[in-house]
């Protein structure tokens, strides 16, 4: 990994949001589903949540090709489980959801630890994640249409919470946690050699402040030695 590159993927995780994510409830087209990692990727989400499709769905897996390396996808039995998972870290669940009780998008704080949960194409959110979920949101249309397109909603929405994370100075300091920090750089630096170490349980060998590996002949020979 050259110092460029190494500079770069630091600045990356220096703007990385752990406490802003995205939560699919059946969102099961993978072009959608590409789009909103991919705008996940562009505010600094490191990880999207997705909920196993219905039967008759092909699961999304995310190859390992563009934005998708650099986001991680969990993936649950159902929506339920990932707003469980996610109000038990302490995540509000925002979802985008046509109610009485739904709000503009912009007037919610997405500067706490927030999940935007986006339904599935022309059903939305279910009626159990909707009674789940800590707010309804909806983006007020002008036009005869009567909604964005899912991944075009997520990118409305995102933008909004990237835009007030920014006014609150939120991307001008590292905010993951060291134990995910070095290990997510040291993966998408040394992308070959994470995936040996991983397949192996193998600790990472250790890099300077160039990114390059400190003494990786006698890394190597310990490996060998251990068989």
């Not at 699961?59 to 990932?82: A, L, P």
């Not at 997405?110 to 309804?136: C, F, N, R």
Request: proline share 7%; glycine share 6%.
């Amino acid at each position: 990994m050259t110092p460029e590159r190494y500079q770069k993927f630091k600045d990356l995780l220096d703007r990385r949001q752990p406490d802003l994510t995205v939560l699919t409830d059946q969102v099961h087209k993978p072009h959608n589903l590409s789009a909103i990692i991919r705008t996940c990727d562009a505010v600094g989400i490191p990880d999207i949540h997705l909920s196993q499709p219905k039967p008759g769905y092909r699961n999304f897996r995310g190859r390992t090709v563009g934005s998708h390396k650099y986001v991680n996808v969990h993936h649950h039995s159902c929506v339920e489980e990932g707003i469980s998972q996610l109000k038990a870290r302490g995540f509000k669940v925002f979802a985008a959801h046509f109610s009485n009780s739904a709000i503009p998008y912009s007037e919610v704080d997405y500067t706490t630890p927030v999940a935007v949960m986006m339904g599935a194409e022309k059903k939305g959110i279910s009626e159990d994640a909707a009674a789940l979920a800590d707010q309804h949101i909806i983006i007020p249309m002008q036009g005869i249409v009567a909604s964005f397109n899912v991944s075009v909603a997520a990118a409305v929405i995102l933008v909004e919470a990237q835009r007030q994370r920014l006014l609150k100075g939120m991307y001008d300091q590292p905010r993951l946690p060291l134990e995910i920090y070095t290990p997510t750089l040291f993966r998408w630096g040394y992308p070959e050699l994470a995936r040996y170490c991983d397949e192996r349980g193998l600790k990472y060998p250790e890099m300077n402040d160039k990114g390059q590996l400190i003494d990786p002949s006698s890394w190597y020979s310990k490996v060998r030695a251990k068989g």
